[in-house]
């Protein structure tokens, strides 16, 4: 069994040695915290401890399992937001202890990366992931399904919440990206120039900040002077930016290390700009590339439990020490 709930998804899974999913149970929390533009920490951790043992037992319902047919229980215990965390890694600890089966820790990013095992079987490391998350911008070069290093990450905003904040300031609601992404078909990428910006001496760092400022100044001009935004081209523009800035970086990585298959990850890895862009470039460059299928991009458990198998392989598991952590670097084990 494996458990979710580091966001505002509240996500329980059945998955058998990684690769098959027998049950996947999600509870979005989404439209709650919409009403308040961005997640509400406390208010997700309450609806964790709602839904958590109720999704475990549609899970097994699902799945036609008994309790007694779970062999591990993997959990996310980092990074997250910590109250939202906890929820999990407590309902973890009290499965595993109570039907005595080991208890797996898995990092939140290692995860998205998984979810690329269940949607494809042919697929091992190493390879050269790039991660896009609401919470994270990362090129992570996986040597193997428990040993990576981080090649380059976002000195400050994830791509997420460039996407969600620029969103948010163009009337689109929260969270925007998916919407920004449909809106974006019929614009003209070429109408707004937008900054792309580079970290000085470190090629594979990224910061979208400049850009989060750029958009919501372009909006807030153009509203002092009582001037139309095409939104439409505007989200083409806002993309283009975002896919210029993480496309070439993860393609020269992947050359640079040598690495001939490509990866992508998390909630933003469904953006179509990303998408169009990296499967051509790594064409291009005679590169394999491998996107989650949308329904794996978003956070799930299923993902949780793909990786937590290796892990589990790698002998990661903990005692009922476990605790959950807000931050931890996906190349690190904190045990
Ligand atoms: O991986 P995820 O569920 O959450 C974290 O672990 O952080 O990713 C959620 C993020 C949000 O920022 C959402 O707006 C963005 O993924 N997203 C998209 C698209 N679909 C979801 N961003 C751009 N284009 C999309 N199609
Ligand atoms: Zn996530």
Same mark, same amino acid.
Request: aromatic fraction near 6%; charged fraction near 20%; charge should be negative.
């Given at each position: 069994?494996?458990?979710?709930?580091?966001?505002?998804?509240? &996500?329980?899974?059945?998955?058998?040695?990684?690769?098959?999913?027998?049950?996947?149970?999600?509870?979005?929390?989404?439209? #709650?915290?919409?009403? !308040?533009?961005?997640?509400?920490?406390? #208010?997700?951790?309450?609806?964790?401890?709602? !839904?958590?043992?109720?999704?475990?037992?549609?899970? /097994?319902?699902?799945?036609?399992?008994?309790?007694?047919?779970?062999?591990?229980?993997?959990? =996310? !215990?980092?990074?997250?937001?910590?109250?939202?965390?906890?929820?999990?890694?407590?309902? &973890?600890?009290?499965? *595993?202890?109570?039907?005595?089966?080991? %208890?797996?820790?898995?990092?939140?990013?290692?995860?998205?990366?998984?979810?690329?095992? #269940?949607?494809?079987?042919?697929?091992?490391?190493?390879? %050269?992931?790039? $991660?896009? +998350?609401?919470?994270?911008?990362?090129? $992570?070069?996986?040597?193997?399904?428990?040993?990576?290093?981080?090649?380059?990450? =976002?000195?400050?905003?994830?791509?997420?919440?460039?996407?969600?904040?620029? &969103?948010?300031?163009?009337?689109?609601? !929260?969270?925007?990206?998916?919407?920004?992404?449909?809106?974006?078909?019929?614009?003209?990428? @070429?109408?707004?120039?937008?900054?792309? &910006?580079?970290?000085?001496?470190?090629?594979?760092?990224?910061?979208?900040?400049?850009?989060? @400022?750029?958009? $919501?100044?372009? #909006?807030?001009?153009?509203?002092?002077?009582?001037?139309?935004?095409?939104?439409?081209?505007?989200?083409?523009? /806002? +993309?283009?930016?975002?896919?210029? =800035?993480? $496309?070439?970086? =993860?393609?020269? *990585?992947?050359?640079? /290390?040598?690495?001939?298959?490509?990866?992508?990850?998390?909630?933003?890895?469904?953006?179509?700009?990303?998408?169009?862009?990296?499967?051509?470039?790594? *064409?291009?460059?005679?590169?394999?590339?491998?996107?989650?299928?949308?329904?794996?991009?978003?956070?799930?458990?299923?993902?949780?439990?793909?990786?937590?198998?290796?892990?589990?392989?790698?002998?990661?598991?903990?005692?009922?020490? /476990?605790?959950?952590?807000? @931050?931890?670097?996906?190349? @690190?084990?904190?045990?």
């Amino acid at each position: 069994m494996s458990v979710e709930s580091s966001c505002d998804e509240t &996500a329980v899974a059945l998955v058998r040695d990684g690769r098959t999913v027998l049950a996947d149970e999600i509870f979005s929390q989404v439209d #709650i915290h919409a009403l !308040y533009g961005g997640v509400v920490p406390e #208010i997700a951790s309450r609806n964790h401890i709602e !839904y958590i043992a109720r999704l475990a037992d549609s899970a /097994l319902g699902k799945a036609g399992a008994k309790r007694s047919d779970i062999d591990a229980v993997a959990v =996310t !215990y980092a990074p997250g937001l910590i109250g939202a965390v906890l929820v999990g890694v407590n309902f &973890a600890k009290a499965a *595993a202890f109570s039907l005595g089966v080991p %208890l797996i820790p898995v990092h939140h990013i290692r995860g998205h990366i998984a979810a690329n095992y #269940i949607a494809y079987p042919e697929l091992e490391p190493p390879f %050269l992931c790039l $991660v896009i +998350s609401g919470g994270h911008s990362l090129i $992570v070069d996986v040597r193997d399904y428990t040993e990576m290093s981080i090649i380059g990450s =976002t000195r400050d905003d994830a791509a997420g919440e460039c996407f969600d904040k620029s &969103a948010r300031v163009m009337g689109l609601g !929260y969270p925007g990206g998916a919407v920004l992404d449909a809106l974006a078909q019929g614009g003209d990428k @070429t109408k707004y120039p937008l900054p792309r &910006a580079r970290v000085e001496d470190f090629e594979f760092d990224m910061s979208f900040s400049g850009l989060k @400022t750029a958009v $919501v100044n372009l #909006i807030h001009n153009a509203q002092q002077k009582g001037e139309e935004i095409d939104k439409a081209s505007l989200a083409a523009s /806002l +993309s283009s930016a975002v896919s210029d =800035t993480l $496309v070439p970086r =993860t393609i020269r *990585a992947a050359e640079l /290390l040598g690495r001939e298959v490509i990866v992508a990850a998390g909630g933003v890895a469904a953006n179509s700009v990303i998408r169009a862009d990296l499967a051509r470039e790594a *064409a291009k460059h005679g590169r394999k590339i491998f996107f989650p299928p949308l329904s794996l991009c978003g956070d799930n458990a299923a993902m949780i439990g793909a990786q937590g198998y290796y892990e589990y392989l790698a002998g990661a598991t903990s005692g009922m020490e /476990l605790n959950a952590f807000a @931050t931890m670097p996906v190349d @690190t084990a904190h045990l």
